[in-house]
């Protein structure tokens, strides 16, 4: 470990919103949580369109999962700003890398 | 073909070849091969030749690149080819489970990828293997997940060969006795493959993803919305049909034919196949490869959110093979055997006009190809980062390396063909699940410890060890009807009844024994290695100036992979606010035995090491970003003047001067480049408010107090280059290098002739202060320049490390920066660059008559620049011609080191 180990410094956590954390990580669990409990969903009943409601409800968690991942990564980069001495980029900053 | 054939004849539909469909399929396959070849054009570095070039496309692939590549993993022959084929044949636990797996794969990379990234990212991993390394300083652990990487990596090559052949077996292709004409279409595409990604590297599957893509979609969405058309009863009718079969009983066995809908005991069969592979995915090479190519943090988890969409499409797909059972489709190969592999392309060739199933054919060998590019990429670098380099040529040169790299890509390639050619292709499947259930034993080792050191690595080497056992094991016992080992990937949970995923089982205990055993070792104390990251090392992102100087590391990640010194370098590696543009590589270090190399290799290679010496000269008030500054008022940071450029030669033979020298010059691509002038030059502009000096002025100009007393006495020798000697031997575009880019580093040094020649004479200096580098300093072209510069470490390293202003205590030292990476061109904003350059050309041009030696060359690019209203086009023009500038030297010997 170096000798700049020093929390909150440059090679220590960046300073961090916990709550945020927290809340981003139930995000995140929920999808997970929601298709491994495969018995909460593994029937026929309740057709859309013909599908039997076992398949169409796993096509929705794609849908939810991306939702609830994407609110997950705007809430962890409001909680953990770019650290001191970085010159890191805003949240937003980052559009310019998409070229 | 019409489905009437079909129906009538089902054997007739392979006598003979699909004209049409074969046409256009070899056009479609033309196309990306010339894409591929292409491909070297897309988002191209100053080096392709430069390893990093090559395997990670210079890590600069954006959230779209880094989406559709990561695409590229996800939808493998395996998901086209395997996963319908399973719902046709077996039902919804052993295929649908790939929506859920893909959907909760998100949020799972989410959590741990970033992680992964910042610190490779920091500290130039290109492998899991490499960060265990980092992480645990162990060569063994490194080794157990090299291994089983690359292992289980190769049977997934196979499987999108397979793939590539159902397509060709439906198109008619692979028909008759003869083994060549049989393989021959099969080997053509294999070399097509070989050759592009030979050539263009990780760029070729990154554009030719974005064709793929597009065909997929494209016949994907035609394929759902027309194909429940053709069917009675659409949708419902294609359930009911799959429900029926799946009720059925299968002779074979005497047991339904698979799951409508998974009954009771079949839901943690489900559960675990989808949470175990979507754990295993990304502990594939290939997949962080990918990743790792993303060219920030973000993209890593912007991306996690827009993926899914892949998911979707995959459980569409996954339908297909279902609309294929009311359709009738018989998938039956070449030979006359049924094949349950070949439903998806027969199911295109009975339902679409020739031409679309030419098209879907094509998007299924190109959908095959390209993971099979990204995966042979990966496991070549596996392989010869962690095996090769590691374990059998420790001094490899880069030049080696990178070939060896395209080698290996080649050899596993060929090793996957052959897997196709001489096994069943039922063993390739099999063989896949089972790289499956080993891959995801090296979670933990990766995982984990991207989190916590709590877990010992002699602990997490043995719960691998006994997980991929365990998991062999497993899958060897299952047998299914059509043979009698590795016939399944689920196994009954020992201990709970329930059928579950074998990997899961084995990842289980696998983690029971890494607890166990890491408590009984943290018990007793046992060494567990040393850690070369720290925690901010986890959170780094592009842009972070410790990431930016860590960046020598990137390029010479082989070295971080093979020696201790590194990090020690990146720790001592901070001077805040001198890389503004995110660019300037400049990694300032400490002590010169730390550049030399403590750690493991006594001897060790720092070929490409390029150390610039440099010299923290005066504290200046830090105006840097208003962001930083904010509420740190009075900040003072050290800024480093650049005194001096050393390039260390390969140190295990710098005995041999001559012929390291060679090589390295062949090899070693230093970059002494706009980087390192940008990087300096950016500090005057920041600096504006007290200043506005171009950047000529600027060594000087930091010689003078600002706002602090220098820490040395002001213009301390500066020393350059010895150009033009040094240069020559490279090539030319080297020499413009040296003169224009590194000028702005020698600064004053260059303002005229006279303090030139002193700093050639405090070069030669140099060699007092740095024992040993006389000794091995090469002649004439190698020339080195060996500046002395001191400084007061103590000092420096308290200023940096705090930002405060306290006057620093006295102490001398060395600085060193590595460079290696420094000139990545396009990492710049190609018009700040200008406008930067531009501003030092014009302030040099101000300057009286008599400037040095640089002159020449700077004013041929103030004219460029200047005079052509276009400059960024022709900056990027020379910088094009400027990429290959190779300048090498290198600096002392091994025993100077110690």
Known sequence: MSEFDRSGGPDGAPPTNNSLLVVAGILLAIPVVALLWVSSYARETLRLWGFPFFFWYQFLWVFICAGLTYAAHRLVLVARKPGAGTTGHEAGGDKERDR | ?898
């Open chain 2, 1 to 898: 073909m019409t489905p009437v054939t079909l129906v009538v004849a089902p054997l007739a539909a392979h006598e003979g070849i699909n004209g049409v469909a074969l046409a256009v399929l070899i056009l479609l396959f033309a196309v990306v091969t010339v894409l591929g070849f292409m491909a070297t054009r897309f988002k191209k570095g100053d080096n392709l030749e430069s390893l990093d070039e090559w395997r990670l496309g210079g890590r600069k692939f954006g959230t779209w690149v880094t989406w559709f590549l990561l695409g590229g993993d996800l939808y493998t022959a395996y998901t086209f080819i395997a996963v319908p084929a399973a719902m046709f044949a077996a039902g919804s636990v052993a295929g649908f489970f790939a929506v859920p797996y893909t959907i909760i794969l998100y949020p799972i990379i989410f959590i741990f990828m970033a992680r992964l990234w910042s610190v490779s990212h920091r500290h130039g991993y290109v492998t899991t293997a490499d960060f265990v390394r980092g992480r645990y300083d162990s060569r063994v652990l490194s080794l157990a997940v090299a291994v089983t990487g690359f292992v289980a990596t190769m049977p997934y090559i196979a499987l999108q060969l397979v793939g590539i052949q159902a397509v060709l077996d439906v198109a008619g292709l692979g028909g008759g006795d003869n083994w060549l004409a049989k393989d021959a279409p099969l080997l053509i595409a294999f070399v097509l493959l070989a050759a592009y990604t030979y050539t263009s590297g990780l760029r070729a599957p990154a554009v030719i993803a974005f064709v793929k893509d597009g065909l997929i979609y494209l016949v994907i969405i035609v394929a759902v919305l027309y194909l429940p058309s053709t069917i009675d009863g659409g949708w419902e009718g294609i359930f009911g049909a799959a429900k029926e079969k799946m009720a059925a009983t299968n002779e074979a066995t005497g047991k339904p034919n698979g799951a409508f809908i998974p009954g009771d005991g079949q839901m943690w069969a489900y559960a675990t196949l989808a949470l175990g592979s979507a754990m295993a995915l990304f502990m594939y090479p290939h997949s962080v490869t990918t990743t790792l190519s993303s060219e920030s943090r973000v993209t890593i988890r912007r991306n996690a959110a827009i993926l899914p969409a892949y998911s979707f499409v995959l459980g569409l797909l996954a339908l297909l093979g279902w609309v294929a059972i009311a359709a009738g489709t018989e998938p039956i190969g070449v030979d006359g055997k049924p094949n349950p592999q070949l439903v998806i392309p027969q199911l295109f060739e009975d339902s679409f006009s020739s031409w679309f199933a030419g098209v879907a054919f094509a998007a299924v060998a190109i959908g095959a190809l390209v993971p099979a590019a990204i995966m042979s990429i990966a496991a070549a670098n596996t392989f010869t980062r962690n095996i090769y380099k590691e374990w059998i040529n420790p001094h490899a040169t880069r030049a080696q390396e990178a070939k060896i790299s395209k080698v290996a890509s080649l050899v596993v390639k060929a090793f996957a063909l052959l897997f196709v050619l001489t096994l069943d292709k039922q063993n390739a499947i099999d063989f896949q699940l089972l790289g499956g259930i080993w891959i995801l034993q090296t979670f933990p080792v990766i995982v984990f410890s991207l989190y916590t050191r709590w877990f010992h690595k002699w602990a997490l080497l043995a719960g691998w060890a006994l997980g991929m056992v365990y998991g062999t094991y497993a899958a060897y016992q299952v047998a299914s009807p059509t043979s009698k080992h590795f016939g399944g990937s689920l196994e009954e949970i020992p201990g709970f009844g329930e059928m579950g995923y074998i990997a899961m089982t084995a990842f289980a205990l696998n983690l029971v024994i890494a607890v166990v055993v890491s408590f009984a070792l943290n018990a007793a104390k046992v060494p567990n290695g040393a850690d070369e990251t720290t925690v901010g090392d986890y959170f780094a992102d592009a842009g972070d100036p410790r990431v930016e100087k860590n960046r020598p590391a990137v390029e010479g990640g082989e070295r971080s992979a093979q020696r201790g010194h590194d990090h020690r370098v990146g720790a001592l590696l901070q001077v805040p606010g001198t890389t503004p543009l995110g660019a300037a590589d400049l990694a300032v270090g400490g002590q010169e035995e730390i550049l030399a190399g403590q750690g493991h290799l006594a001897g060790a290679q720092a070929d490409h090491v390029l150390a610039l010496l440099v010299l923290p000269v005066a504290q200046v008030p830090h105006v840097g970003e208003a962001r930083q500054r904010t509420g740190r008022e009075g900040h003072h940071h050290v800024e480093p003047a650049v005194l001096g450029i050393r390039i260390r030669g390969e140190l295990g033979a710098a005995s041999d001067a001559g012929s390291v020298a060679y090589r390295n010059h062949q090899d070693v691509l230093v970059h002494v480049g706009d980087d390192l002038a940008v990087g300096l030059d950016e500090q005057p502009h920041e600096r504006g408010s007290y200043g506005g000096h171009g950047g000529a002025d600027r060594v000087a100009e930091d010689a003078e107090p600002i706002g602090a007393q220098p820490v040395l006495p002001p213009l301390t020798p500066a020393a350059c280059l010895r150009t033009r000697a040094g240069v020559h031997a490279v090539d030319h575009h080297a020499t413009e290098l040296v003169e224009d880019e590194v000028h702005p580093a020698g600064g004053a040094a260059q303002q005229d002739r006279g303090r030139r020649r002193r700093i050639e004479r405090d070069a030669e200096r140099a060699g007092e202060v740095v024992t040993g580098a006389e000794r091995d300093q090469a002649e004439g072209p190698l020339g080195e320049l060996v500046p002395p510069v001191q400084c007061r470490h103590d000092g420096v390293q308290a200023a940096v490390a705090t930002g405060d202003h306290d006057r620093p205590a006295p102490g001398t030292v060395q600085y060193a920066v590595e460079l290696t990476r420094v000139a990545r061109r396009s990492d710049l904003d190609v018009r700040l660059v200008a406008e930067h350059r531009q501003r030092r050309l014009q302030s040099s041009a101000g300057r009286p008559a008599g400037v040095g030696v640089g002159d020449e060359q700077e004013g041929i690019h103030a004219a460029t620049l200047e005079g052509d209203p276009s400059k960024s086009a022709s900056l990027r023009w020379r910088r094009r011609a400027c990429a290959r500038r190779r300048t090498l030297r290198w600096g002392r010997g091994p025993t100077a080191a110690n």
